[in-house]
Structure formats: structure tokens, C-alpha cells
């Protein structure tokens, strides 16, 4: 049992229960009379509906790689495809090995100098709007050149302005790689989650060369278009792909969120395979299973409509597919930062995913804080580092169709496609492992946010360290 400190009217407001350290029953610590105006949490999955839909798109993609892709995967020989995509399929198993090496140096070096990699960050990416607009002027892009000209301009002004805030971003940082540290078996799990990324991508991959192929060589065999029915399987392709990716993504952010929340208020159970680590998991694969496809599913429905309107950025509509993909965009991104936040309480006290969403928002808004929940530098470390990663890998997948014999008949935009299966094996599985930093910073925000007197009582250096940073950033935050 945790010692119930005394709280502030923001906190009494809160629910004050003790992270799960087991993959049983939760302990439920003495409450006060405002805490037992709580509603109790309820035992049993949350959101199971959503869990039997991932499982539906697990099959689903199985039947179709079975279905289309063994014709993918070879040319005109008893009745196959047109076309050999098998080369596609040895280049993604080599860029998945590699990415998956890759993002592990990434963890490390983010894990080792986390102030320096959130300064490489913002300088990065001023550096790429800069190259940007050059780029766009060296290719008689005017237009181009002076959008780019004023997104360097705005990337100069935000870097001046959040540069004094570093500090604030690093001391977090720094607090979840303590706790990271503590359990550190915890990454073994994270790790876990990108190696079934890559089997699930390689997968996903003969899936989607046999349902492009489909689309591909029926309009290119009688020069006519396969219709709407093609494309839409090929959104439905994309939208189990985004669904996957964000479900192991989120898994990771639950994991790490659990374990967070045990090491903040039981330093006993800090072990390298401590019941923290293991428990945490084990409610993440099943009572939180299908909070976490809730969220995953909203974020790719959009990030699938988002894909097909890029899709169609080259056909007549192209004005108007771009104004929907910026706004698909903006709601994919909206979404994204509520489900970040709500999974740390899913990780943390095992809500349901609309449940958990209200309840970490009100802790905030109780606190005073939404100014400091938007500030997220590390998040741009996470997604700067995944894009880059995914860049490398696109330029090797280029590589191996240029110099390999994988792609002797293959249609004329393989570049193009090599380079896409590159830089989204790279990126997803990145930012899957790198969600173990991102993670273990939101949940250590929602934690000062909600049990500030634990870590002063268990960790005082860390808690000293952190109140000095955010009063020195944000006065009066405390």
C-alpha cells in the first residue's frame, strides 16, 4: 500500500490508484472522500470489440497475401502475375534486419545524451526547411521556394523560442530513462513489438504487392482503369497496415507507462524482470488490449484516407486531394495527441480508452497545465530520428534495386516503390522501439501531474531536480 500524501484540490480530484504491479488484481489504496467519488475500476478486458477487429484484420491480411500474393511473387508462369515482385520481398527482410539495428543505436544514443539529441532535433529541422527551399528554387519552383522560405522561417522562430525549454524537455527525459533503467527488461518487450513489426510488414507486404499488382496489370493489360473496387482494397490494405503499426506502437507506450507508474510509487519492485515489467505486459496483451485497438483504429482509419488522397495527388482532383490531405493531416495529428496521453492512463490504471482520455485531459485542465502537455520536444526527437532512419532505408532499398538482380522484371516505377517499402519499414519500426522514450516521458508528466509526493518520498534528488527545472521554465507550475 502507498502512503496517501496530502494533496492538493487538483489532486484530490484525481483518482489516486496504485499502478499494478502484478498481472492480477490491483491493490486499492485507502481513499478519501473524494477519491471515492471516483468511479472503481472494473475488472475484465475494456474495449473487447475492438481487439476481435484486430484480430479480423490479422486474418484478413493472412487470407489476402495467400490469395494474391503467391501470384505476386512470381512472373507469367501458370497463371501468375505479369510481373516477379519477389525482389521487393528480399529487399524489405534485408531493410528490416538493418532498421531493426538501426533504431537499437538510436535508443541507446537517445537514452545516452537526451539534452544533446533534442537540440539536434530543432537544429535538424531548420537545416531541412532550409534544403527545402533550396531545393525547391534549384528546380525552377518558385512557388515552391517561397512556401519553403516561410516554413524556414517559422522553424527558425519556433527553435528561438522553445530553445530555453530544453531543460524542461531533458529533466523528463531523463526521469523516464531513470525508470526505464531500473526495469530495464522492459526494453526486451519493447524490443519485442518491432521483430513482430517486421514479420507482420513482410507479411503485410506480400499482401499489398498482390492487391497492387492486381490494380496494376489490370489497367495495364487492356489500358483501361480496374475501377473503384480495387482501390478500394487497396485502402483497405493501407488501413490494416496503419492499424498494426499504431496498435504495436501503442503496446510499447502502455508497457513503458506501466512500468513507470510501478517504479514511481514502489521502488521495492525495480528489477530487471521485476513483476512491474511483467505485469505491465501482461495487462497490456489482454485487459488493455482492446483500448489500445480503439485508439490505434480512429488514427488509421484517418491515416489510410490520408494515403489514398496522396494516391491521388497526380489525377485530375489534385487540388482537392491535396486540401484533404492536409486536413486528413490535421485530424490524424489531433488524434495522435490524445491517444498519447490517453494510454498512459490505460498503461498506468487500465481505463478504457474514452475513459482514460477524459480523465488524464480534467487531470490537466485541474492542474493548469495544457501549455505544458503541447510542448513536446521529445516527441520531435521520436519522429525526426524515425524519419530520418526511414529516409536511410529508403535510399538503401534504391540502392538494392539498382545494383541487384531482384528487380529484373518488375514494373517501371520500381524505384519508387522500393524506395516507399524502405522508408516505411524504417519508420515504423523506429518509432515502435522509440516510443519507448516518447512513452516513459508522458507517463512521467501524468505522474508529477497526479502522485507529485511519491517521488518526492522515493526518489528526492529526481523530484528536487525536476520541481527546480519547472518552476525555472514554467513559474508557478508547481
Known amino acids: 500500500m502507498w502512503e496517501e500524501p496530502t494533496a492538493s484540490h487538483a489532486q484530490q480530484q484525481q483518482q489516486a490508484r496504485k499502478p499494478g504491479i502484478t498481472a492480477g488484481d490491483w491493490e486499492e489504496p485507502t481513499a478519501s472522500p473524494a477519491q471515492q467519488q471516483q468511479q472503481a475500476r472494473k475488472p475484465g478486458c475494456k474495449d473487447p470489440f475492438f481487439a476481435v477487429l484486430f484480430y479480423i484484420n490479422v486474418i484478413a491480411i493472412i487470407v489476402v497475401a495467400a490469395t494474391y500474393g503467391k501470384d505476386a511473387m512470381n512472373s507469367a508462369v501458370d497463371g501468375g502475375s505479369v510481373y516477379d515482385y519477389s525482389g521487393f520481398l528480399y529487399a524489405a527482410v534485408v531493410i528490416s534486419m538493418m532498421s531493426l539495428v538501426l533504431a537499437g543505436l538510436a535508443l541507446l544514443i537517445v537514452m545516452k545524451f537526451p539534452e544533446t539529441m533534442i537540440k539536434i532535433s530543432l537544429v535538424f529541422t531548420v537545416v531541412l526547411a532550409g534544403i527545402a527551399a533550396l531545393a525547391a528554387f534549384a528546380f525552377g519552383s518558385m512557388i515552391g521556394g517561397i512556401i519553403g522560405l516561410v516554413f524556414f522561417g517559422i522553424s527558425i522562430w519556433y527553435a528561438k523560442t522553445v530553445w530555453s525549454r530544453i531543460p524542461f524537455a531533458a529533466v523528463n527525459m531523463s526521469t523516464a530513462i531513470a525508470a526505464i533503467r531500473a526495469n530495464f527488461g522492459v526494453v526486451l518487450f519493447a524490443y519485442l513489438f518491432p521483430i513482430i513489426g517486421v514479420f507482420w510488414m513482410i507479411l503485410w507486404l506480400v499482401a499489398f504487392l498482390g492487391v497492387y499488382d492486381t490494380v496494376y496489370t489490370s489497367g495495364a493489360a487492356d489500358g483501361s482503369s480496374s475501377g473503384g473496387v480495387a482501390y478500394g482494397y487497396l485502402f483497405l490494405v493501407f488501413l490494416s497496415m496503419f492499424f498494426t503499426e499504431q496498435v504495436l506502437e501503442n503496446c510499447v507506450q502502455c508497457t513503458i507507462c506501466g512500468v513507470v507508474g510501478t517504479w514511481w510509487v514502489a521502488p521495492q519492485d525495480n528489477g530487471f524482470c521485476s513483476g ?55 485530424l490524424a495529428g489531433f488524434l495522435e495527441y490524445f491517444n498519447k496521453w490517453a494510454f498512459v492512463y490505460v498503461g498506468i490504471y487500465g ?22 502537455i503541447a510542448d513536446d520536444l521529445v516527441g520531435n526527437v521520436v519522429t525526426l530520428t524515425s524519419l530520418a532512419t526511414g529516409a536511410a532505408m529508403g535510399g538503401i532499398a534504391l540502392a538494392l534495386e539498382t545494383s541487384t538482380d531482384w528487380f529484373s522484371n518488375v514494373p517501371d516505377n520500381a524505384p519508387i516503390i522500393a524506395f516507399l517499402i524502405g522508408f516505411i519499414l524504417g519508420t515504423a519500426i523506429t518509432a515502435i522501439l522509440l516510443s519507448t522514450i516518447a512513452s516513459g516521458v508522458n507517463a512521467v508528466i501524468v505522474m508529477f501531474a497526479d502522485a507529485p509526493a511519491e517521488l518526492e518520498k522515493n526518489y528526492p534528488e529526481i523530484s528536487h531536480n525536476m520541481r527546480s527545472k519547472w518552476n525555472e521554465v514554467y513559474p508557478g507550475s508547481m
Open 351 to 372: 481505463f478504457g480508452y474514452i475513459e482514460a482520455g477524459k480523465n488524464v485531459i480534467q487531470l490537466f485542465k485541474n492542474r493548469g497545465w495544457e501549455a505544458i
Open 276 to 330: 512491474a515489467v511483467c505485469g505491465s505486459f501482461v495487462r497490456t496483451m489482454t485487459t488493455s488490449f482492446g483500448s489500445i485497438c480503439f485508439g490505434s483504429l480512429l488514427v488509421a482509419i484517418v491515416r489510410a484516407l490520408e494515403q489514398m488522397a496522396r494516391q491521388a495527388g497526380g489525377e485530375e482532383v489534385g487540388i482537392l486531394a491535396c486540401i484533404a490531405q492536409c486536413l486528413l493531416s490535421c
